[in-house]
Nanobody
Framework: QVQLVESGGGLVQPGGSLRLSCAVSGSIFSIYVMGWYRQAPGKQREVVAT???????NYVGSVKGPITISRDIAKHTFYLQMNSLKPEGTSVYYCTTIRPGQRMWGQGTQVAVST
């Protein structure tokens, strides 16, 4: 059974950085998309960034501040590096994987951007 475990969230001041990690337990065979979503209070969950099996990345234009999605196949882990964070970035961040017939979600990690 594949499970996703996120880590790296927390409280950060505006302008600060965080790196979120998503460890994939079990086989990563046939996963064709890894991604990050976020959900702010009272809002719908929205995609932040994705990376496919070929390494191509996609970022959503509404996300504020420079971000980078990356993956380490050998470690079964993918990451979301967020720099120059702004208060609008406060959300619960979820990692997700998609393979044929299956979509998995992590439990979410809280990111709070505040003074």
């Amino acid at each position: 059974q594949v499970q996703l475990v996120e880590s790296g969230g927390g409280l950060v001041q505006p302008g600060g950085s965080l790196r979120l990690s998503c460890a994939v337990s079990g086989s990563i065979f046939s996963i064709y998309v890894m991604g990050w979503y976020r959900q702010a209070p009272g809002k719908q969950r929205e995609v932040v960034a994705t990376v496919d099996s070929g390494g191509s990345t996609n970022y959503v234009g509404s996300v504020k501040g420079p971000i980078t999605i990356s993956r380490d196949i050998a470690k079964h882990t993918f990451y979301l590096q967020m720099n120059s964070l702004k208060p609008e970035g406060t959300s619960v961040y979820y990692c997700t994987t998609i393979r044929p017939g299956q979509r998995m979600w992590g439990q979410g990690t809280q990111v709070a951007v505040s003074t």
